[in-house]
């Protein structure tokens, strides 16, 4: 290697190879040594257990957002409290007031608070889910943690988000007559199911959302559609009892998950509709039949919670590997 | 910092090759310190020859298949018209970017990676780290999940440094009590309160790109990590702070660690690394002795 002579790379000699690879080849050394193929995906109940040690980066990570939210605005952490309420005034406004959907609707403003609230937990659950992996790929280059933390912070920021609504909610029950009954304790379990339904949910469009990056400009107009589908700011009977609407429909109008965890709730805070303070029949049947709650509710609102909790957990988990690469 | 060399080994060939400016050493004395340089890389070499590896790179290929290259994926129309006639994206074109490379890396080693740009040098780090797939017939195999520090801005950018510490450490594995009490270490390594006493109150992306890439170093290596590799993350920060983290990366080799390092100054990998591996072109040149194969680099890089 003098610097007279010159280097050629092509002339170099081959170079040196470790005597313990040579002989056994890079397979058995590994073996031999216990290593583990770089990056591969861990069996799924490694893969949780892994996840539980991380608990406290996700809720860690979670806060740190939280607090960083909305730290651009003059008004601060008064924006939690702020846009759920802005929110609320707005669908008042145009379904309240100017379509006059409030007819018939026991208690409109509580029961279009619950839904808004509520569906609006799922709504920016998934579009910062779908973000969450794509937003972060520093973070996920740089260390090495089971990815599914991300899209569950991303559901326990809004979940934090839903807390706040959650006061909105009480201070509404009291404003408008609502006596509190042990009836109201029922919101809980009622929302641990819908956090773990908005996490599994979070999962599934944060793995496409890796893949395909239009993922996040077409969610806003998928869960905007099913909002309206989801009897948030009208009650669902008023179009599944029409005539000619086939049972089936009718059926998934109900079933469907976040239209049935909005009914539960609002059934869990509203009074039932009581005859006599009614002026005719009529009127009181379109009150009952606005807070109706289709049969094994929460048998369905359970299935719902574990299907797409597990369904979305193992689905984000098959591509484990792969978050982070391009 | 009880094993900080009173010379580093850049210096020292410096001052012999007569390129260093004033130094008060006289010429048995600068070939007695090179021979103790010399002596004591050699002794950790054989210490770790026998030592357990900790990432054997085992015939690695990797192959970058770039989707759309050539004609824009970015033109409305372009996209349009490929939905409509329901023809695939039109090229798929491949980079091979490391062709079957193999090497073992063992405890208590610190490894250069040297070779020009694009030669597959930041590839086979990204693989090792396990983010790219190797090809079928290949593997890569590690002890634990290695750490890889790129030159990349801020980990969470609109996060403040405070929580970009708290967070990154519970991230690595850490619980909180454990981050708690690393975090005043980890804010002291960085040295970025020194030039702004409220820097850590501020959000990470209203740091500089080297303020950034030393809070990041700091939190990467203030936990010992069994491998670490860091790409150019050096480079980005001032003199200081690069002695520093080089003697970081000298004791986490010490403790048992295995450190790669990418970089483009020959100095900085004589004074941090042990043994180095050039590569060209998707394939190893040499993989010996850091200065032998530094030194060959450097004459090579001079011939043009």
């Known amino acids: 290697m003098s610097e007279t002579g010159g280097i050629v790379l092509e002339e170099l000699p081959p170079p040196a190879i470790d005597p313990e690879f040579a002989e056994l080849g890079g397979v058995a050394l590994a073996a031999k040594f216990g290593l583990k193929q770089s990056g591969k995906r861990p069996p799924l109940f490694e893969y949780a257990a892994q996840l539980w040690q991380r608990r406290h980066f996700i809720t860690g990570y979670a806060t740190a957002k939280n607090r960083s939210l909305y730290s651009n605005a003059r008004l601060g952490q008064l924006w939690q409290l702020l846009t759920p309420i802005l929110n609320v005034a707005v669908y008042y406004f145009v379904f309240g007031i100017l379509f006059t959907q409030s007819k018939g609707v026991p208690d409109f403003l509580l029961f279009l608070v619950v839904g808004v609230f509520l569906f609006n937990f799922l709504q920016t659950s998934m579009i910062n889910g779908s973000r969450s992996i794509s937003d972060q790929l520093v973070l996920i280059r740089a260390l090495h943690f089971p990815r599914a933390c991300l899209p569950i912070s991303a559901t326990l920021i809004q979940l934090q988000q839903l807390g706040f609504s959650m006061v909105i909610v009480v201070i509404v029950a009291l ?53 309206y589908l989801c009897g948030v700011m009208y009650s669902l009977a008023s179009v599944a009892d029409k005539a000619g609407v086939p049972h089936v429909v009718k059926l998934m109008l109900y079933y469907d998950p976040p239209a049935l965890f909005i009914t539960v709730v609002r ?60 | 910092m009880a094993d900080t060399p009173k010379v580093l080994p850049s210096q020292v060939l ?178 970025i309160q020194e030039t702004n006493p409220h820097a850590m109150s501020l959000p990470m992306k209203a740091y500089s790109s080297g303020m950034a890439a030393r809070l990041r170093f700091a939190i990467a290596a203030s936990r010992d990590q069994d491998v670490l590799m860091i790409d150019e993350a050096l ?46 072109a998707g394939r190893i040149l040499m993989d010996a002795d850091v200065d032998e194969v530094a030194d060959a680099y450097e004459a090579w890089s001079k011939q043009g």
């Open chain 1, 267 to 326: 059934n869990c805070l509203i009074k039932a509709p009581v005859a006599a303070s009614y002026p005719n029949a009529a009127d009181f049947h379109a009150a009952v039949n606005a807070l109706h709650q289709p049969a094994y509710a929460w048998l369905f609102l359970l299935f719902w919670a574990l299907a797409f909790g597990v369904g979305g957990f193992v689905y984000f988990w098959k591509a484990e590997e792969q978050y982070g690469r391009g």
């Open chain 2, 235 to 280: 480079a980005t920060g001032d003199a200081k702070f690069q002695a520093q983290s080089e003697q970081r990366i000298r004791e986490l080799r010490a403790s048992a660690g295995t450190v790669f390092v990418v970089s483009h100054s020959m100095a900085a990998i004589r004074d941090t690394c042990d043994r180095a591996i050039w590569i060209e």
């Open chain 1, 175 to 227: 404003a408008t007559g609502q006596t509190p009954t042990l009836s109201w304790l029922a919101v809980i379990p009622a929302l641990v199911l819908l956090s773990v339904f908005c996490t599994g949910m979070a999962m599934i469009v944060a793995r496409m959302g890796s893949v395909l990056t239009d993922t996040a400009q077409l969610l806003p107009f998928i869960s905007r559609t099913w909002m």
């Open chain 2, 14 to 191: 410096r001052a012999i090759q007569g390129k260093e400016g004033e130094h008060s050493y006289s010429e048995e004395e600068l070939a007695g310190l090179r021979a103790q340089i010399i002596e004591e890389r050699a002794k950790r070499r054989a210490e770790a020859a026998t030592s357990q590896p900790t990432v054997i790179v085992d015939n690695l290929n990797i192959i970058y298949r770039i989707h759309g290259a050539g004609t824009g994926r970015g033109s409305a129309t372009g996209a349009l018209s490929r939905i409509v006639s329901r023809r695939a994206a039109p090229t798929i074109r491949e980079v091979h970017a490391v062709r079957g490379i193999s090497f073992v890396a063992r405890r208590g080693e610190s490894i250069g990676l040297i070779g020009r740009n694009g030669s597959g040098k930041s590839t086979t780090l990204a693989a090792i780290a396990g983010l790219l797939p190797p090809e079928k017939g290949g593997g890569v195999y590690t002890d634990g999940q290695p750490s890889l520090l790129g030159i990349n801005a801020a980990l969470m950018p609109d996060l403040t440094g405070e929580r970009n510490v708290i967070v990154g450490c519970l991230a690595m594995g850490m619980s909180r009590v454990e981050a708690n009490d690393r975090y005043q270490g980890i804010v002291d390594f960085s040295r």
